[in-house]
């Protein structure tokens, strides 16, 4: 007991009253108070658009998070994501409005074959010209259907759920349609290079070498029926068409994302929703 206060100066008693230390964040505080503040301050950062974490309480600033490093870049990325989400959906809605006049062709050439049967010579066209037309009616309306939601589907509990859980599943089922449309592009791409006289394992190098000119297309395939047409008009079609396929479907996956951040997708602009 020789009367000096103890370093730190932080036992109170006979030797004199404690060192009070500046109170900062869980300092001088009930544990329950200093949480409050945290929260709070955390709070105050998220609603001002700073993802970052509190003081530490020594004066340095927490690490900032992930997303709070993209705070610049975030308004660039969800601009990009809603221009393309416009551009896309634009290009498949003409296209799709375009596509659904395909059906009147189709009626068409159907009356013709039975005109052509029962008064003139039967054509030998009609037939596979018919089933042509119908591939490239809904490979290139299906872009546009995907848009609009208008494929058949069972929503026994989907039709219940919550927006937020139908982003959620939505999000989850077009990762699952973009790795199916991959694969039906590369079938599409082979058989189109198959069809124009490739027969080797990398069909996307022999495009390449035909718009270089190191390419150079063979025996073209030929439909095996007694109108014998080729075959690889209608299978660029079909590339045409996964392709939009999956520029749609990528443009539905950042509308879920997009939802579920909490930001509202612009409609299409009044001269494209006409």
């Known amino acids: 007991?020789?009367?000096r206060r103890p370093e730190g100066g932080t036992e109170s008693g006979l030797h004199g009253p404690p060192h009070r230390s500046r109170p900062g964040i869980g300092q001088g505080q009930p544990r329950g108070v200093a949480d409050c503040r945290r929260v709070k301050e955390i709070v105050d950062r998220v609603a001002q658009g700073r993802n970052a974490q509190p003081d530490d309480g020594d004066g340095n600033e927490g690490r900032r998070t992930g997303a709070a490093t993209a705070t610049h870049g975030g308004p660039r990325v969800i601009a990009a994501m809603r221009r393309y989400i416009l551009w896309v959906d634009a290009l498949n809605r003409r296209i799709g409005r375009i596509?659904?006049?395909?059906?009147?062709?189709?009626?068409?050439?159907?009356?013709?074959?039975?005109?052509?049967k029962a008064a003139f010579t039967p054509?030998?066209?009609?037939?596979?010209?018919?089933?042509?037309?119908?591939?490239?009616?809904?490979?290139?309306?299906?872009?546009?259907?995907?848009?609009?939601?208008?494929?058949?589907?069972?929503?026994?509990?989907?039709?219940?759920?919550?927006?937020?859980?139908?982003?959620?599943?939505d999000l989850f089922t077009?990762?699952?349609?973009?790795?199916y449309l991959l694969v039906l592009l590369y079938g599409a791409v082979a058989s189109t290079a198959y069809s124009l006289g490739y027969f080797g394992s990398e069909?996307?190098?022999?495009f390449a070498g035909l718009v270089t000119g190191s390419a150079e297309t063979g025996f073209m395939e030929r439909s095996s029926s007694a109108w014998?047409?080729?075959?690889?008009?209608?299978?660029?079609?079909?590339?045409?068409?996964?392709?939009?396929?999956?520029?749609?479907?990528?443009?539905e996956?950042?509308?879920?994302?997009?939802?579920?951040?909490?930001?509202?997708?612009?409609?299409?602009?009044?001269?494209?929703a006409a």
């Not at 089933?131 to 989907?158: A, K, N, W």
């Not at 077009?174 to 790795?179: A, K």
């Not at 069909?203 to 022999?206: I, T």
Request: with cysteine; net charge neutral.
């Open 1 to 3: 007991m020789n009367g």
């Open 174 to 179: 077009v990762c699952l349609l973009i790795f």
């Open 203 to 206: 069909p996307f190098g022999f």
């Open 99 to 116: 596509a659904m006049y395909g059906l009147f062709l189709l009626m068409g050439i159907l009356l013709w074959s039975i005109v052509s």
């Open 253 to 272: 996956l950042f509308k879920d994302v997009l939802l579920l951040r909490g930001h509202v997708v612009d409609p299409l602009p009044p001269e494209e």
């Open 228 to 251: 014998r047409p080729y075959l690889w008009p209608i299978k660029a079609v079909m590339i045409a068409g996964f392709l939009l396929m999956l520029l749609q479907c990528v443009s």
């Open 123 to 169: 054509s030998l066209w009609t037939l596979e010209l018919a089933q042509f037309v119908m591939v490239g009616y809904y490979i290139l309306g299906g872009p546009y259907s995907i848009q609009m939601g208008s494929h058949v589907r069972m929503d026994l509990l989907y039709g219940e759920w919550s927006p937020a859980r139908k982003a959620w599943f």
